[in-house]
Structures are given as structure tokens and as C-alpha cells.
């Protein structure tokens, strides 16, 4: 259902603008907001609450269904929520190269999203979401692939797309 990250540019569009900045006119045709439905904080900052997720159009339905399977498995529990991690949310729509690369980010793309990086950080190899299998599940019924069985795992990384 998803692009192989090589068709990412075909599939979504170039987010590139002008000078290697991202490009606003692509921005305002291709990316739109997700509600989260509990209470979420970014990651960095407990402080800033976070109520929407920017991503692109093509993947927001899907992960509007993520989160909302999330949040039934949960109970609807915000303390179930905190356990799990998906609360802390680091990220998604991030014009940026992937990180040791000068191709984009599934992240530039609108196509990825980053939870719990504090207990799923990228080179952990027992990383937090590994215990959790609600939210697994969750993404993996929209076909989102999991960083967690990369090479290099980054198991704070769900992407609307395919590295194979």
C-alpha cells in the first residue's frame, strides 16, 4: 500500500523549494494536521503539549485509524497511554535529510512520525516499543513500517513507507 522510500518523491511529491529549503507551495497543498486523541507532550519539552501531528494528505486517514486503534486499546486510558509512551510524541512533517545521508527523511515527506525517543532511541537494541504490541499492531494494520528491525533500529520511527 505504502511507496518503497526510492518512490517517496513520485508518490507524495518534491518537497524541495528553492535553495534545498522545503517548499511552501508544496507544504500548503500536501500536508495537513491529525488530531491525537489524548493528552500528548513533545518529546523534548513536557511542557509544550502537542493536539495534532502534521503529515502529508495521502497518510493522514491511515494514521487518523492509528491512533485511534491506539487510543481503543488503551481503554481510553490516559495512564495506559504514559505507559506505552505514545504521549511523548518527537515529531512527524520535518523538512531534513535522513540522518548520515543527503536524501530526505521519510519525516520531509510527511510520511513518518517519531514517538518515545527517550526509550526508543535510535542503536537501542531493546528498545521500549518492543513490549508494547497494541501500538505495533496498530501501525502495522495500516501497513506503517517500524524502525525497529532496521540494521541500526530506531524504534521511535513509524513511516508510511517501505525500505524493502
Not at 522510500?5 to 508518490?11: K, W
Not at 500548503?28 to 491529525?34: D, E, K, M, Q, Y
Not at 523538512?95 to 545521508?101: D, N, Q
Request: charged residues 25%.
Amino acid at each position: 500500500m505504502w511507496p518503497l522510500e526510492s518512490q517517496c518523491r513520485a508518490f507524495y511529491g518534491d518537497p524541495t523549494g528553492k535553495d534545498g529549503q522545503p517548499d511552501p507551495r508544496w507544504e500548503s497543498l500536501n500536508l495537513t494536521t491529525v488530531s491525537v486523541p489524548w493528552l500528548a507532550v513533545a518529546s523534548w519539552d513536557a511542557t509544550i503539549r502537542i493536539t495534532k501531528v502534521r503529515v502529508h494528505v495521502k497518510c493522514a486517514n491511515s494514521l487518523a485509524r492509528v491512533f485511534a486503534a491506539i487510543w481503543d486499546a488503551s481503554g481510553r486510558d490516559q495512564k495506559k497511554i504514559e505507559e506505552w509512551g505514545v504521549h511523548k510524541i518527537g515529531g512527524g512533517y520535518n523538512y531534513r535529510p535522513k540522518r548520515g545521508s543527503r536524501g530526505l527523511s521519510m519525516h520531509a515527506y510527511g510520511c513518518a512520525i517519531d514517538l518515545d525517543p527517550d526509550r526508543n532511541g535510535m542503536g537501542n537494541r531493546d528498545p521500549h516499543f518492543a513490549k508494547v504490541p497494541e501500538v505495533r499492531w496498530a501501525f502495522e494494520a495500516e501497513g506503517w513500517e517500524h524502525g525497529i528491525g532496521w540494521s541500526t533500529p530506531d524504534a521511535m520511527h513509524w513511516e508510511a513507507a517501505r525500505t524493502s
